[in-house]
T-cell receptor
């Protein structure tokens, strides 16, 4: 299994531009999560999906952020327009079933490092 | 508000010098306490899940323990390859998503 795949690995953009981050979860996993990591705040949950349906988006910081999961093998996180304070590492993670058992831990991708100048 | 706090923020050890990392949590109805390891430029990698006070899990030089208020990650005779950031996360009764601490960055020198 290739694991959770994220692209791009690095993204540098100017303030005001649209940014799209992509994620391919592990095949068969029914939960998908988007996290953001910064030195100040650590790992923060932005949104998660179950069977391609958004369940909780309360962590999405502003209306500038949106996420979609058109099918079981693909998700996007979009920021429009981007701002310097959005600079962070964005992680996608997937799991099979609720995270309440040893058999369903989160599997993370290697993240997208976003820099907004 | 559910919260997870890790200490220390950073820890430097000599190879073979055992120590412990702390994870304090205030979470309603804890359903699980997770430990992850994160290497630079990588995503967190799952290590352990603990479900109830008194439970212990071991993997090579690492042992995780859980009480009603905190969890410890004990590192016995560490090696340089154990250098990483160790993240603790809690799953509360209401949610599906994990609440992460900010991590402890461990550096082991030979």
């Amino acid at each position: 299994d290739a694991g959770v795949i994220q692209s791009p690995r690095h993204e540098v953009t100017e303030m005001g531009q649209e940014v799209t981050l992509r994620c391919k979860p592990i095949s068969g996993h029914d939960y998908l999560f988007w996290y953001r990591q910064t030195m100040m705040r650590g790992l923060e949950l932005l949104i998660y999906f179950n069977n391609n349906v958004p369940i909780d988006d309360s962590g999405m910081p502003e209306d500038r952020f949106s996420a979609k999961m058109p099918n079981a093998s693909f998700s996007t996180l979009k920021i429009q327009p981007s701002e310097p304070r959005d600079s962070a590492v964005y992680f996608c993670a997937s799991s099979f079933g609720r995270q309440s058992s040893y058999n369903s831990p989160l599997h993370f991708g290697n993240g997208t490092r976003l820099t907004v100048t | 508000e559910d919260q997870v706090t890790q200490s220390p923020e950073a820890l430097r050890l000599q190879e073979g010098e055992s120590s412990s990392l702390n994870c304090s949590y205030t979470v309603s109805g804890l359903r699980g306490l997770f430990w992850y390891r994160q290497d630079p430029g990588k995503g967190p990698e799952f290590l352990f899940t603990l479900y109830s006070a008194g439970e212990e899990k071991e993997k090579e030089r690492l042992k995780a323990t859980l009480t009603k208020k905190e969890s410890f990650l004990h590192i016995t005779a560490p090696k340089p390859e154990d250098s990483a950031t160790y993240l603790c996360a809690a799953l509360n009764q209401a949610g599906t998503a994990l609440i992460f601490g900010k991590g402890t960055t461990l550096s082991v020198s030979s």
